[in-house]
């Protein structure tokens, strides 16, 4: 239970978190979501947060945004209390139709972080056109999000967190509504825009497979109340393939072992 | 759609035709009907000595003043009371107390303290354009998507343009909804208030007919009010489709 955040720091050269949970408990409702957990995610890592249904996954990602505060333990960003949320921390929730200003066009809706961030009129016209072409939505910038497929309207939530600059980066289930083939693709582009950036991640999906294609590392979590049941650690080389990283020996490995420890929570 | 709104036309046009020669094979003579030809013929006459003009500038500027003083104090109200949830339950007893007085009741009060004239007038129609305007914006805001409210945390976005750039578009849709209804009971009260009591616009005009035994005048100016409600109400319609076509697809739909 003396578990990662204390594990990461006794590794030396190993440097300190960027988010650490130390004891967190969360009580919502008089029903304990989350129970002391501790869990420290060191900066530049894909952590990947997997588990059944109900067993606080999102919650946990909801402590790290700031958006809820703990009962009792504590979250720390770069060594401090979380308090509030912060500009450093841009978050990509699952429901994109509902995270998206349906009054503004796609341009628009990135604008809205770089309005809160204090950038002069100015310069955000060419800003906006940059990260619109990151996310590959170039050419979509009059677009409201109501006239954008699901996939675009994904990248368009992402595109406004990356105008965040942010130093980490949580995902709530990002690709969970959307179908296979764009879901690959969007999963190597965030793959690609995370290495470029350097930003920490937290992952939170219901997929295995795409935990383990994505992560660094992998958490479980059990339910009632949300607690940390199994931790992998991935060496799968990097850059990740959707055929030949899938196909990989030790790829298998985790994916039969991650099965049968949510196999073994759902009895 | 002309087709059916071409039918839908049919049956007023039959009942006026039958009352017309009706009116005309009885030799009608009353108080308080006229057959539809001499009401036309009356509203020609009031237009051509430009009576009505003035009449219906008068009231249009105490309901369009008092739906615009009504409107912004609704707005600040219902947004206010929509965000902060103590500040509303502080108020709900004085709200609810308030609201149900008919603003016409107001009237002897508001008589004395300002006299005959727009002012008077003008105040009644606001204290009636309040409420519902205070009523929906409020439901507006509360009802707005939470995620949106989270994302303004999370980027953190000032109180001030959390107001400005989240909360009043989300609600705006259903806020012109409310700023509709209200343009309506402007009317009402403004020609109420004139029929009562004020001598000005619309509702003095009818008096005037009626105690002039004009009752051609006076439904004249009947029709009159009833083709202005209509105006406005197509006009404001087709406003909020232009306005909010898109918004009320996507965000009401969801």
């Known amino acids: 239970m003396a578990s990662a955040a204390k594990r990461l720091e006794a590794v030396p050269g190993m440097p300190a978190p960027q988010i650490a949970f130390d004891g967190v408990t969360l009580v919502l409702g008089g029903k304990t979501i989350i129970e002391n957990l501790s869990l420290g995610v060191r900066p530049g890592e894909f952590l990947c947060i997997v588990g059944a249904s109900g067993c606080g996954k999102t919650t946990a990602l909801r402590l790290a945004a700031g958006l809820y505060q703990p009962t009792n333990g504590k979250v720390n960003f770069d060594g401090q209390p979380m308090g509030e949320p912060r500009r450093e921390i841009a978050i990509v929730f699952q429901d994109y139709g509902k995270a998206l200003l349906p009054w503004r066009t796609a341009a628009g809706n990135v604008s809205l972080a770089l309005e809160a961030g204090g950038m002069p009129s100015a310069e955000r016209p060419a800003r906006i056109e940059e990260l619109l072409r990151t996310v590959g939505l170039p050419g979509h910038a009059g677009k409201y999000p109501s006239e954008m497929s699901g996939g675009m309207q994904q990248r368009l939530q992402i595109a406004r967190c990356l105008a965040q600059e942010p130093k980490t980066l949580l995902m709530d289930?990002?690709?969970?509504?959307l179908d296979a083939m764009t879901r690959q693709g969007l999963q190597d582009e965030v793959l690609s825009l995370v290495a470029?950036?350097?930003?920490?991640?937290?992952?939170?999906?219901?997929?295995?497979?795409?935990?383990?294609?994505l992560g660094d590392r992998v958490i479980g979590l059990l339910p009632h109340p949300g607690r940390i049941g199994i931790e992998l650690s991935v060496n799968l080389p990097r850059p990740r393939d959707q055929l030949s990283t899938r196909e990989h020996p030790e790829f298998l490995r985790l994916r039969r072992q991650l099965f049968d420890f949510i196999k073994a929570t759902e009895q | 759609m002309t087709g059916n709104s071409a039918k839908s036309l049919i049956l007023p046009f039959a009942v006026l035709a039958a009352f017309e020669v009706w009116a005309r094979a009885t030799h009608l003579q009353s108080d308080s009907l006229a057959p539809p030809s001499e009401i036309v013929m009356a509203l020609f006459g009031a237009f051509a000595d430009l009576s009505i003009?003035?009449?219906?500038?008068?009231?249009l500027f105490s309901a369009f003043a008092g739906l615009a003083i009504g409107t912004i104090i609704g707005l600040a109200l219902g947004i206010a009371f929509g965000i902060f949830d103590t500040l509303n339950r502080l108020m709900e007893v004085t709200v609810e107390a308030i609201r149900p007085i008919p603003s016409i009741a107001l009237l002897p009060i508001a008589l004395i303290a300002l006299g005959f004239g727009y002012r008077m007038e003008i105040v009644i129609v606001a204290f009636a354009c309040v409420w519902p305007i205070l009523i929906l914006s409020r439901a507006a805001v509360r009802s707005i998507e939470p995620r949106l409210m989270e994302v303004a945390r999370a980027l953190r976005l000032p109180p001030a343009q959390r107001v400005w750039k989240i909360i009043i578009p989300a609600a705006l849709p259903r806020i012109f909804v409310a700023f509709r209804l209200s343009a309506g009971i402007a009317l009402i009260v403004a020609v109420t208030v004139e029929i009562a009591i004020n001598p000005l616009g619309l509702g003095a005009g009818i008096m005037l007919a009626q105690q002039a035994l004009r009752p051609d005048l006076m439904l004249a100016y009947l029709v009159w009010i009833g083709a202005i409600?209509?105006?406005l109400n197509v006009l404001l319609v087709v406003a909020q489709n232009r306005l909010f076509g898109r918004a009320a697809l996507s965000g009401d739909g969801a």
């Open chain 1, 173 to 177: 289930e990002p690709f969970g509504a």
């Open chain 1, 196 to 213: 470029a950036s350097g930003a920490t991640v937290i992952f939170v999906t219901h997929d295995l497979d795409e935990a383990i294609y």
């Open chain 2, 53 to 59: 003009l003035a009449a219906t500038r008068d009231t």
């Open chain 2, 229 to 231: 409600g209509y105006a």
